[in-house]
């Protein structure tokens, strides 16, 4: 492993988006899911705007509203 190496900055932006991927799959599963979904975009977003990739945390926090309004309609039908 030449030179890779994980700053802190790198393992909180691994765990957002690994976060992500998990609700993402489990979303059918539970509403839950879906707040937890948008909770972990709305951690990526931070991580990108952390790291200088605005355009990603901008793109993040598109997907963290539109999973907070699927999560708003789940909400009521359950």
Not at 39 to 59: C, D, K, R, T, V
């Amino acid at each position: 492993m030449n030179g890779f190496q994980f700053d802190l900055l790198s393992l909180f932006g691994l765990a957002s988006v690994s976060a992500s991927l998990l609700c993402y799959v489990m979303e059918a599963r539970s509403h839950r899911w879906t707040l937890g979904f948008m909770m972990a975009n709305l951690a990526s977003a931070l991580y990108g705007f952390l790291q200088g990739a605005w355009p990603f945390g901008l793109i993040e926090l598109f997907w963290a509203g539109a999973a907070f309004a699927r999560w708003r309609t789940l909400r009521v039908r359950a």
